[in-house]
Every structure is written in C-alpha cells, then in structure tokens.
C-alpha cells in the first residue's frame, strides 16, 4: 500500500522561527490534507491541498503532486503552534479514505 | 460555517460493555468515515459509508464493529464488546462528494475501556 512518511519526527523551535515540515508519499493522490491535533486531541483541519500552493497567516502549504511531496511552512512560530502535524492522503480509486503520516510533533519555546 | 459534531466527547466503560459512538457529519455530505488514534499512534481508517452501505471497511474494522445511519443525520459506530485494546480517540468524518474532495472530521470521542 501508499506509504505516508513524514520529517522530522520531533521539531523544538525558540518562538519566532521558522519551520518547515515534509510529507512524502508513494503513489499519486487526488487528495493530501494537512492538520494540526491540539493538546484536547482534535484534528484542526489545516489545509486541503492537492496540488499547489496555499497560505493562511502565518501558515502555508505547498503540493508537488509530480514528485510526490507537500511541504508545510510555519512562520514566526508562536507557543500555540505545539502539537502534532499530520498529512494525509488519498488515492485514486481506494475509495476516499484518508492515510496518515506519522506526525511530526513541534515544540515552540518561549 | 457548517461542522460535523461528535457526542459523548469522551466515554469510559468496562470491557465487555457495549458503546454507540454518535456523529452528525455536515447535512449535505454524502461519505462518512470512522477513524481511530490510539494514544501517542497515527490515525487510522476504520471504515467508509456511503449510499446506506459500508463501501470499505479496514482489517480492524471486525465482526465487533458495527455502523448505522439510523436517520438522515446521525452516523453511529457500535462496539458490541469492549477490550482494552479498544481504548483510543475515534473520529468521525465526512465529504461531500467525488472522491479526492475535503473530508472534514469532528472533534473525537475519547474512549477509554477499563
């Protein structure tokens, strides 16, 4: 099956910097969604992002569907960033479900 | 801006009880999913609804699973004997339409099996 991978696993960051969080995957997708799973374990639905390139504040996202990577930028960093981030694919004819990466758990500190 | 909604938020039980899980999805969506996270592990698919019927169900998703969308609203998922293993956040999601469209998932239910 698709594999879902996911870099870094753990991120710390001092509040204010920047990070940038990679989701690679195995096959083509018609679908790759990016979340954020708050400290009460909800799944914040980041970005629903395919292909190209999207951006809300301080975050942005970009889909390379060809090669089979999406990057998650996060500028000037704050606290409330923490949690953990998860991509997520589908693929064509599988039905819709959803695939999970691993999650890359970032740290902001103070 | 319409959201899928899932109650209880959180549900503790003995093993070998039986728990309903019960999710709203958005009223003009046509998929429903259940996914699962075990503490600390990613999240995973249970099993996809569509047209009344289960259109996918994952290797997890056994003969103690069960899902019903009794009315036009409500998705329920039926665990008819609890193990501890069982202890996880379960999510309901839903979309509205072509596969590749947005899933949008709810809040979770936190179940722990004592």
């Known amino acids: 099956g698709i594999q879902v991978e996911q870099s870094p696993p753990d991120l710390i960051l001092q509040e204010g910097a920047n990070s940038t969080l990679r989701c690679n995957f195995s096959?083509?997708?018609?679908?790759l969604q990016w979340f954020h799973q708050n400290p009460w374990g909800q799944l914040i639905n980041l970005f629903y992002?395919?292909?190209g390139t999207k951006q809300n504040g301080r975050l942005s996202a970009t889909t390379v569907a060809t090669e089979r990577y999406s990057l998650l930028y996060i500028s000037s960093s704050q606290t409330t960033d923490s949690g953990v981030y998860f991509c997520?694919?589908?693929?064509?004819?599988?039905?819709?479900?959803?695939?999970f990466g691993q999650g890359t758990e970032l740290s902001v500190k103070p | 801006e319409p959201e899928v909604t899932q109650t209880p938020s959180h549900q503790v039980t003995q093993m070998g009880q039986e728990v309903i899980l019960r999710c709203v999805p958005i009223?003009?969506?046509?998929?429903f999913y259940w996914y699962r996270q075990i503490l600390g592990q990613k999240v995973e698919f249970l099993v996809s609804?569509?047209?009344?019927?289960?259109?996918?169900k994952s290797e997890i998703f056994d003969d103690q699973f069960s899902v019903e969308r009794p009315d036009g609203s409500n998705f329920t998922l039926k665990i008819r004997s609890t193990k501890l293993e069982d202890s996880a956040m379960y999510f309901c999601?839903?979309?509205?339409?072509?596969?590749?469209?947005?899933?949008?998932f709810g809040p979770g239910t936190r179940l722990t099996v004592t």
């Open positions: 609804f569509y047209n009344n019927e289960i259109s996918e």
């Open positions: 009223s003009n969506h046509l998929y």
């Open positions: 997520a694919v589908t693929i064509y004819n599988q039905g819709g479900k959803l695939i």
């Open positions: 096959d083509s997708v018609n679908n």
């Open positions: 999601a839903s979309m509205r339409g072509r596969q590749g469209s947005e899933q949008y």
């Open positions: 992002i395919p292909s």
